[in-house]
Structure formats: C-alpha cells, structure tokens
C-alpha cells in the first residue's frame, strides 16, 4: 500500500510526456502519416490506447487488414526486441500497410478523449495533458504488474546492498564475471553461463551475487521476488527451480541458488522451492542472510 502507489504514478507521470510527444508528432492525432510512424518508431502502443475501445495488437491486425510483420515489428515482437519496421519489406510497400494502421486509428480515435477532433480550433493545453494522463494510464494499466515487479526489485537489491555495505562487503566492478568476484564483494544483475543438455550455451540473469569470505569456489546467488498476493506466485515457482537445475547441472551440486522473498508466498510454494534446494531470505528477515555465512 506503500510502495505500489507511488512507483504506478511515477511511470504514469514519464509516460503521460511521452504521450504527449506522440500528439505532437501526430497533429494531436489529425493527421497520422507513415511518416509519423518513421519518425516515431514507438507510437504505435500509444496509438492502439488512444481508439474507442482501445485495440489489442491482433485485433488492430484483423481491422486493418495488415501483414502481421509490420505491427508485430513496430511492438518490438521480433527476436532482438527493438521497436522497428520490416527489415526486409520495401519502403513503399511499408508505407501502404502503414496507412491501413492510419486509417484505423483515425476512425476509432476516442471522441471522449480527444475532445478537439470534432472542432476545427486547436487543443488547448490543459485538453492535451488531459487527453495524455488517460492515454497514459491505459498503457500502464495494461502492464502494472511488471511496472510494480521492477520497481520492487530495485528496492529490495538496495535494501540487501545497504545490509551487505553495512558488514564491511562491496560492490564488485562492473562486468566482472560471478567466478572472478574477489571475497566479501556483491554484484547485482549478473549473467551466468549455463549448458543445456543439448549443448546450447545460455545466460541465466542472477539479481544479486554475493561472494563470502568462506573459501569456496561461487558466490551465493539470489534472487529477488515479490508478491502483492497469493494468486501467481504458484504459477511462478517453476522460474527458479529451472534455474536450479541448469545451474546445478553446469556447476555440480555446490550451487547455493536462494531467494530473497517480500511479500505473499505460501507453504506450497515454499515447499518446492524447498524440495528443488533451494533457500529464502524474508525481506523483514535481514538478518538471516548471516545463515549463509555472511
């Protein structure tokens, strides 16, 4: 009750100024060219929570009778994960789905919203922000749960630095590797290698890497979870037990894989975690880091 509120807002707030940029780009949505889409290669999102009702991606596929290619990309739903048009498609060809995209937007602009668009004088300022702080909060509201996840995430790795700063450790240089770390250094976000059993080499993202001063050969890994209520975190379980068991499968049974939990976990959950080896650290339980030999 704390904590979700204000992290919400805050991105809320930095995205109403991108909405509001994205209205600038596009006459305040009188006149939505390819161009725009050019210039602007991050709009599109915007621009699906600005219609009545607003459109899904497939949903704004099937109305605009648009290849697939040409939104999925401008989402960034391609391998690299970058918001982009086709790669391999011609600028004119881009340019005509582009207007299809147009064309559906501009019919399914949100009247209520956009109050301007019925009259011929421009926006006003306060109509502008106005329009955006809804815009915006459609586009949070449909990824709140991750907003928040980060959020805390950032505030439990600083609440675990503070307690490891407080006990003489410190953070390792940035991109050291987890097997070069120096004893009673921590490192937040750190890839490590693992093998698969078809032999593909993958990264395994690690919030927080702490390397004791115990004269073994790893740090102790953990990772950061939190949870506003009982509902997911069943459904979560299986995340880390998978990278239990790459990890161990690389490295041997010394691996220490553990969490750092705040929040709504039960004794189901618990409970695998437990059966797969795997520890936890309560964020209103500091101190229990001191039973890993910190």
């Known amino acids: 009750m704390q904590f979700a509120p204000e992290a919400f807002r805050t991105t809320r707030i930095e995205t109403t100024r991108f909405v509001e940029k994205a209205l600038v780009a596009t006459d305040n ?31 704004l596929i099937g109305l605009a009778g648009v290849k697939r290619s040409v939104v999925e990309n401008l989402e960034g739903r391609n391998p690299e994960g970058i918001k982009r048009l086709p790669p391999k498609m011609a600028a004119a060809e881009v340019d005509k789905e582009l207007a299809k995209v147009s064309a559906v937007i501009r019919q399914m602009a949100d009247p209520d919203i956009f109050v301007w668009l019925e009259r011929p004088d421009p926006p006003t300022e306060q109509e502008i922000h106005r329009a955006s ?6 586009l949070c509201g449909a990824v709140a749960n991750p907003i928040i996840r980060n959020a805390q995430e950032k505030r439990q790795l600083a609440i675990i630095k503070e307690w490891l700063e407080n006990r003489g450790y410190r953070q390792a240089d940035v991109g050291i590797r987890f097997d070069a770390m120096k ?40 990772e950061a979870k939190s949870a506003g209520d009982f ?22 049974p010394e691996v220490r894989f553990n969490l750092f939990l705040c929040g709504y976990f039960d004794t189901p959950y618990l409970g695998y975690e437990a059966a797969e080896g795997i520890d936890w650290v309560w964020e209103h339980r500091l101190d229990d880091f001191t039973s890993f030999g910190l």
């Open 29 to 59: 949505l009188r006149n939505i060219e390819p161009a725009d889409f050019r210039r602007s290669l991050d709009i599109l999102p915007t621009l699906r929570m600005s219609t009545c009702p607003p459109i899904a991606v497939d949903r």
């Open 133 to 138: 702080t809804i815009v915006a909060d459609r």
């Open 183 to 222: 004893p009673k250094t921590f490192s937040f976000r750190t890839n490590v290698p693992a093998t698969l059993e078809d032999g593909k080499q993958i990264n395994i993202p690690i919030d927080c890497a702490i390397k004791a001063d115990d004269g073994k050969p790893l740090p102790l890994f953990f």
């Open 231 to 252: 509902t997911n975190t069943n459904k979560r379980r299986k995340e880390e037990a998978v990278k239990m068991s790459q990890l161990k499968a690389t490295y041997g």
